[in-house]
Structure formats: structure tokens, C-alpha cells
């Protein structure tokens, strides 16, 4: 079974730039997370997808953060325009069932905006 | 504030001995306790979990201990191996955090580094 993944693995951005990060989900997994770690922190939760409804948003930091999941399957979240305090390593998770919650993260994404 | 602390950056062990990772939190509405493994340029790995409702969840090497007067829980793996040098990371869901949400809280980590 494939595991959580995520494109690009790594990204470098200009401020004010825009970037869009993906992550597929492990096939069949209705709950898909983004959360974020920056650099000496702890891992902070953004928001929860359960399927294609935004089930918690309420760690998204502001509206320059976008995240949506068309179909209630991979999920993007963009950053329009970037700033230099969004750099860090973007992971995606996803859970099902009666294991909810138990999460699966994916690799990561990391982005340096400079 | 911190909701979940894990106050030991970094902890080395020698091979074969025991390896106790510990973790406090401060809201008493967790539920449900996870703890994952990471390797560098890796996401985190789920390792282990337990539930409120109990004090001891064992799996192979692991073992997760929770004492909820002393809002505590801790990791033991025995025996220790080196290929289980790796960061580790608390969790935590806080059943009341809204409805059908299950975001999870993190520590910071703590480094384990297991000697030859």
C-alpha cells in the first residue's frame, strides 16, 4: 500500500511569490491534515479535510493560505504571496476509519522563502 | 504556551538498556495520547498510541505509560536498539477541540541517540 505523498520536496521562493504544495493521501483515507513545522519548533496543525469538506481550519495563520481538496482526493495548499515567517517543512497526514486517529504523514514538503 | 512539553532536547542510550522518553501536558481534555518516530527527511512515523481511558499500551519493544493525575506519559523501549536513533514526538488530541476535529498537538521532540 503507497503511502502518504507530497510534491515538491523541497521549494525556494521569493517573497511575494506564490507556491502550491500537493499531497495524496493514502488510497481510501477520508481524514487528510496539513501541518506545518518551522525551524526549532513543534509540528502545528493547520486544517482537516474529511473528504472534500474542510472539517478544521482553525490552525490556518492567515488568508494568504489557501487549502482546498477537489473530489475528496489529493489536496493543494497554496501560499499567495509568500513571506519569509512561512518557511519550514509542510507535511501532510491522513487517517480512516476507526483508526482516525492515528495519522500517517507524508515526507514533507520543505520551503525556504527568501 | 505549550500545550504538550517535552523537556529533554536529546537523550543518549547505550545499546541493550532501557530508553525512557518522557512528556508533560497542561489540557486535561486530551483524550488520546500518539507517539511518532522521525528520521531525518522523513515525516513522522506512527509508533505507538493509548487512550485516556488507560495507563499502559505495550507493542513489541514499546511501551507508553500515562499517568493522568500527573498529566504524564512516557515512552520506554527496552531493549534499545540503534536503528531506533531518531527523533521522537509526542502527541496529543484534545477531544473537545471542535466537533469531528481530531488536529493533533505536538512536542518539540526528543532526539534519541542509541549507542553501539
Keep these: 500500500e503507497a503511502g502518504v505523498t507530497q510534491f515538491p520536496s523541497h521549494s525556494v521562493i521569493e517573497k511575494g511569490q506564490t507556491v502550491t504544495l500537493r499531497c495524496d493521501p493514502i488510497s481510501g483515507h477520508d481524514n487528510l491534515y496539513w501541518y506545518r513545522r518551522v525551524m526549532g519548533k513543534e509540528i502545528k496543525f493547520l486544517l482537516h479535510f474529511v473528504k472534500e469538506s474542510k472539517q478544521d481550519e482553525s490552525g490556518m495563520p492567515n488568508n494568504r493560505f489557501l487549502a482546498e481538496r477537489t473530489g475528496g482526493t489529493y489536496s493543494t495548499l497554496k501560499v499567495q504571496p509568500a513571506e519569509l515567517e512561512d518557511s519550514g517543512v509542510y507535511f501532510c497526514a491522513s487517517s480512516q476509519g476507526d483508526r482516525v486517529n492515528e495519522q500517517f504523514f507524508g515526507p514533507g514538503t520543505r520551503l525556504t522563502v527568501l | ?116
Design chain 2, 1 to 116: 504556551d505549550q500545550q504538550v512539553k517535552q523537556n529533554s532536547p536529546s537523550l543518549s542510550v547505550q545499546e541493550g538498556r532501557i530508553s525512557i522518553l518522557n512528556c508533560d501536558y497542561t489540557n486535561s481534555m486530551f483524550d488520546y495520547f500518539l507517539w511518532y518516530k522521525k528520521y531525518p527527511a522523513e515525516g513522522p512515523t506512527f509508533l505507538i498510541s493509548i487512550s485516556s481511558i488507560k495507563d499502559k499500551n505495550e507493542d513489541g519493544r514499546f511501551t507508553v505509560f500515562l499517568n493522568k493525575s500527573a498529566k504524564h506519559l512516557s515512552l520506554h523501549i527496552v531493549p534499545s536498539q540503534p536503528g531506533d536513533s531518531a527523533v521522537y514526538f509526542c502527541a496529543a488530541r484534545d477531544a473537545y477541540s471542535g466537533a469531528g476535529s481530531y488536529q493533533l498537538t505536538f512536542g518539540k521532540g526528543t532526539k534519541l541517540s542509541v549507542i553501539p
